[in-house]
């Protein structure tokens, strides 16, 4: 071969090395382990919007707020596309073998076995019902994780018990009897996933707001909103650094500042399990870190 043709051939080489570890996602770097102490807060309220990246999210007004105000994760990722694996690896610490989002039967543990003191509010969801078909209104099942399990769905009376509408929230935080875990579920219109986070933030910002400028609601909660995955179109990769999203621990138990550290869905149910004291149930969750260094 002459001298150009390996020159040639060697910038061929290194244009296809280059395209390649554009195309291939980076090792992640693992989670720091810092000093954890529980917060002592009554009441942990997770908001879980839709398929955004964490810069469009952080730009919007209300989200800019409590990202400006709380704990911002610069470098936390959501576990898998779509959206359902990640619902429940967020409630279970497994994907559970969960790879799309039809309607799903898991006969294994999750959150909510291990609480005497937990309620999901879904927007949209009939109150009064039962109901796990997969869309009412505006409501979808595969966004309501302890739906997918085997228990909720065969127990009327503990399904009754947990999940309501989120009509019930209002009242229940402005009267301070909020449970000790609480999941927000918005409907399409108001999570992200149909229309413009701009709506998304609004919603927020109007069922929110009055109530971060409460006292004892910033005392007694630790709100945490999060995102189910971000809007790229990926394969179900743990800490892919292209599945970034916008997560924000608020309230009067944590040190406001940016942490960038690496964490993701795994870790947040940890750092859950740890406050109220659940032992991890899965392999997800069993190998996360407690989320520390931020807490007053």
């Not at 529980?38 to 942990?44: A, F, H, L, M, T």
């Not at 730009?59 to 709380?70: H, I, M, P, S």
């Not at 910033?218 to 892919?240: P, Q, W």
Request: net charge neutral; proline share 6%; glycine share 6%.
């Amino acid at each position: 071969m002459t001298g150009r043709a390996l020159a040639v051939a060697a910038a061929v080489s290194l244009f296809a090395a280059a395209c390649l570890s554009i195309s291939t996602p980076k090792p992640a770097t693992p989670p720091v382990k810092r000093a954890f102490h529980p917060p002592n807060v009554k009441s942990i309220v997770v908001v879980v919007l839709e398929n955004t990246s964490p810069q469009h999210a952080r730009a919007q007004n209300f989200l800019g707020r409590l990202a400006d105000t709380g704990v911002y994760f610069s470098n936390y990722s959501a576990v898998a596309h779509p959206s359902q694996p990640n619902y429940v690896a967020m409630v279970s610490g497994s994907f559970a073998g969960v790879r799309g989002d039809s309607r799903t039967r898991l006969n294994r543990p999750h959150l909510g076995r291990f609480l005497d003191s937990w309620t999901v509010y879904a927007e949209d969801y009939p109150g009064g019902t039962c109901n796990l078909s997969s869309t009412i209104k505006r409501y979808v099942r595969k966004h309501e994780p302890f739906a997918s399990f085997a228990d909720v769905q065969d127990s009327v009376d503990f399904c009754k018990a947990h999940i309501t509408g989120f009509e019930s929230f209002a009242g229940d935080a402005r009267n301070h009897r909020l449970p000790k875990f609480a999941l927000v579920v918005p409907n399409l219109d108001h999570d992200g996933h149909d229309r413009p986070i701009s709506e998304a933030d609004q919603w927020l910002e109007k069922n929110f707001a009055p109530l971060t400028d409460d006292p004892l609601f910033r005392r007694d909660v630790l709100l945490i909103v999060t995102f189910d995955e971000n809007d790229a179109k990926l394969s179900y990769i743990r800490r892919n650094a292209n599945n970034l999203v916008y997560t924000v621990f608020w309230g009067d138990s944590v040190i406001p500042g940016r942490v960038d550290d690496v964490y993701d869905h795994y870790d947040l149910l940890r750092t859950i399990e740890e406050i109220l004291q659940v032992k991890p149930m899965a392999d997800g969750d069993g190998n996360a870190v407690v989320i520390g260094g931020i807490w007053r």
